[in-house]
């Protein structure tokens, strides 16, 4: 089982709706969730963090976690095609003894005008 | 601030030659990462430094690759010999006080082995 689960989509939405992007973790130790947005061709880029229960929400980004369930998830309200891109989903892990950023393989979302 | 520099942006080469990537973190930054991305295996960590320091080399495929941190504003990841399969894009990301805070992630180095 990977570590960090992602579906690799596309997801596609038709602009202003929600997008709702999901990921599932292995390590039930994990406090510190994270999501990257990466635009075709660039490097990620930090969006969200999270680290406790229940939602938390930065303009018309929100992201959601589940400890219990071993869930986080992103939604985008009123999606626009600036918000096409992959979304990736990063835990910390301490698998090796050190504290990491374990990534997943991202889901990417195309926002169609 | 510039950002996190890395060179060169392509590299193209043919198996078997060595492949030296280097990386400029943000000035102040204590952490520096090397991450590898493919299709299949999304992005990879392949070892940090804390301080110049290795900490954590656990994702560093095999005996070929190699990476150093010699100074606080200066690293290389080095790959020899090199093969088709290590075809991808490296990225080097810096990061403040904490292996797990925010990472600046530079624009990438994509590498193609023939």
Redesign the interface.
């Known amino acids: 089982q990977k570590e960090v689960e992602q579906n690799s989509g596309p997801l596609s939405v038709p602009e202003g709706a929600i997008a709702s992007l999901n990921c599932t973790y292995s390590d039930r130790g994990s406090q ?1 969730f994270f999501w990257y947005r990466q635009y075709s061709g ?5 969006i969200m ?1 999270i680290y406790s229960n229940g939602d938390k929400e930065d303009g018309r980004f929100t992201a959601q976690l589940n400890k219990a369930s071993q869930y986080v998830s992103l939604l985008i309200r009123d999606s626009q095609p600036s918000d096409s891109a992959t979304y ?1 989903c990063a835990v ?1 892990s301490r698998d ?11 889901t990417r979302l195309l926002v169609s005008p | 601030d510039a950002g996190v520099i890395q060179s060169p942006r392509h590299e193209v080469t043919e198996m078997g030659q060595e492949v030296t990537l280097r990386c400029k973190p943000i000035s102040g930054h204590d952490y520096l990462f090397w ?1 590898r991305q493919t299709m299949m ?5 392949l070892i ?1 430094f804390n301080n110049n320091v290795p ?2 080399d ?1 994702g560093m495929p095999e005996d070929r690759f190699s990476a150093k941190m010699p100074n606080a504003s200066f690293s290389t990841l080095k790959i020899q010999p090199s093969e088709p399969r290590d075809s991808a894009v490296y ?1 080097c990301a810096s990061s403040q006080d904490s ?2 805070g ?2 600046f ?4 180095s994509r590498l193609t082995v023939l």
Not at chain 1, 96 to 106: A, E, P, R, S
Not at chain 2, 41 to 45: A, F, K, S, T, V
Not at chain 2, 105 to 108: I, K, L, M, Y
């Open positions: 510190s660039k490097s990620p880029e930090l963090s990736l910390v090796t003894g050190f504290q990491k950023l374990v990534f997943g393989t991202g | 991450y295996r999304g992005l990879e960590l940090y900490i954590d656990s990225f292996p797990t925010e990472l992630f530079g624009e990438g």
